[in-house]
């Protein structure tokens, strides 16, 4: 008979995990993947401004909240942990990562958890996991994320596919998560929101793959708020900007196109706006109608090109 000391118990959240800052923008986030359903909602921990929580393993929700209470109260990083464990009779079967806003690290994986086991620590992140491939893992994903460029959410991706590459949960794959908090992110309309990323995948054969299209969607509709918000405020110069990088990422997308033609009209710039409607329209035929109703057009509207675009068939 199998006991719990020959092999992890299934509750178990067997998992690599990664938190960390971006000191440049203010952002903290966690990533993490498991051999878990829904490791998103008991393992990640983000509190803007704050910091962000790892706790995995023989994992209990409660030291997310517990530890973050005590960075913000000043306490640092490995006396918060500390702490957090120093009554739980349970310490040495639990792996907890911590991060403070202002990038200092620490972990514990305890002596009862389970092979590989371990972490890292670096400027501005730690890594951890437990059940893995072998150490291998924790040292690809530091390296991915300090040789990753571009947002914080994009290095704590990068890092878990590095991490699943060199090997990953030993058992397998099944979930995975990222949060990504920044101090007074939104426009005036969500003032107080700070929650900047916030995707799951509960139950997937290629979890991380699959936070990686998600994280796609998520930026391509990200960068139309962005360009939305500076409309908004009659910069269309700014919006113009935003948009024709974003129509750079996602040349297929129909509506970032037409978005840009809107954007274009506006600012005066009308052959490049005649240019990405039709691009948009040829994408989505839907987009005809909507323009010949479409009063950010009015500037082109009596030009032939557009008439010609719009009454086509």
């Given at each position: 008979?199998?006991?719990?000391?020959?092999?992890?118990?299934?509750?178990?959240?067997?998992?690599?995990?990664?938190?960390?800052?971006?000191?440049?923008?203010?952002?903290?986030?966690v990533?993490?993947?498991?051999?878990?359903?829904?490791?998103?909602?008991?393992?990640?921990?983000?509190?803007?401004?704050?910091?962000?929580?790892?706790?995995?393993?023989?994992g209990?929700?409660?030291y997310?909240?517990?530890?973050?209470?005590a960075?913000?109260?000043?306490?640092?990083?490995?006396?918060?942990?500390?702490?957090?464990?120093?009554?739980?009779?349970?310490?040495?079967?639990?792996?907890?990562?911590?991060?403070?806003a202002?990038?200092?690290?620490?972990?514990?994986?305890?002596?009862?958890?389970?092979?590989?086991?371990?972490?890292?620590?670096?400027?501005?992140?730690?890594?951890?996991?437990?059940i893995?491939?072998?150490?291998?893992?924790?040292?690809?994903?530091?390296?991915?994320?300090?040789?990753?460029?571009?947002?914080?959410a994009?290095?704590?991706?990068?890092?878990?596919?590095?991490?699943?590459?060199?090997?990953?949960?030993?058992?397998g794959?099944?979930?995975?998560?990222?949060?990504?908090?920044?101090?007074?992110?939104?426009?005036?309309?969500?003032?107080?929101?700070?929650?900047?990323?916030?995707l799951?995948?509960d139950?997937?054969?290629?979890p991380?793959?699959?936070?990686?299209r998600?994280f796609?969607?998520?930026?391509?509709?990200?960068m139309?708020?962005?360009?939305?918000?500076?409309?908004s405020?009659?910069?269309?110069?700014?919006a113009?900007?935003?948009?024709?990088?974003?129509?750079n990422?996602?040349?297929?997308?129909?509506?970032?196109?037409?978005?840009?033609?809107?954007?274009?009209?506006?600012?005066?710039?009308?052959?490049?706006?005649?240019i990405?409607?039709?691009?948009?329209?040829?994408?989505?035929?839907?987009f005809?109608?909507?323009?010949?109703?479409?009063?950010?057009?009015d500037?082109?509207?009596?030009?032939?090109?557009?008439?010609?675009?719009?009454?086509?068939?």
């Amino acid at each position: 008979m199998t006991t719990f000391k020959d092999q992890p118990d299934p509750t178990w959240k067997a998992t690599f995990s990664i938190v960390a800052v971006d000191p440049s923008t203010g952002q903290v986030g966690v990533a993490v993947q498991s051999k878990y359903f829904a490791v998103g909602t008991v393992v990640p921990w983000v509190r803007a401004g704050i910091g962000a929580v790892a706790t995995q393993a023989l994992g209990v929700a409660r030291y997310g909240p517990e530890i973050l209470d005590a960075l913000e109260k000043g306490v640092r990083p490995a006396e918060a942990l500390k702490t957090a464990i120093s009554t739980d009779p349970q310490a040495e079967e639990r792996q907890i990562g911590v991060i403070q806003a202002d990038g200092e690290a620490a972990n514990h994986t305890g002596s009862k958890c389970f092979d590989w086991a371990g972490g890292r620590t670096g400027p501005n992140f730690s890594v951890q996991g437990n059940i893995l491939a072998g150490e291998e893992v924790v040292d690809k994903m530091a390296s991915a994320f300090l040789n990753t460029s571009g947002s914080l959410a994009e290095q704590l991706i990068t890092s878990l596919e590095a991490g699943q590459a060199a090997g990953g949960d030993s058992r397998g794959q099944q979930s995975a998560a990222i949060l990504v908090d920044q101090v007074g992110y939104g426009d005036n309309s969500m003032e107080g929101i700070d929650r900047l990323v916030d995707l799951r995948v509960d139950d997937h054969e290629t979890p991380i793959a699959e936070l990686r299209r998600l994280f796609g969607l998520w930026q391509h509709q990200d960068m139309i708020e962005k360009g939305m918000s500076q409309y908004s405020k009659g910069d269309f110069a700014a919006a113009v900007e935003i948009m024709a990088k974003a129509n750079n990422q996602f040349p297929e997308s129909a509506n970032i196109l037409y978005n840009l033609a809107c954007f274009e009209s506006l600012a005066g710039i009308a052959s490049e706006s005649i240019i990405h409607l039709r691009q948009a329209i040829t994408l989505d035929a839907s987009f005809r109608d909507l323009s010949k109703k479409d009063s950010d057009f009015d500037p082109v509207r009596e030009m032939t090109e557009f008439k010609n675009l719009v009454s086509s068939q």
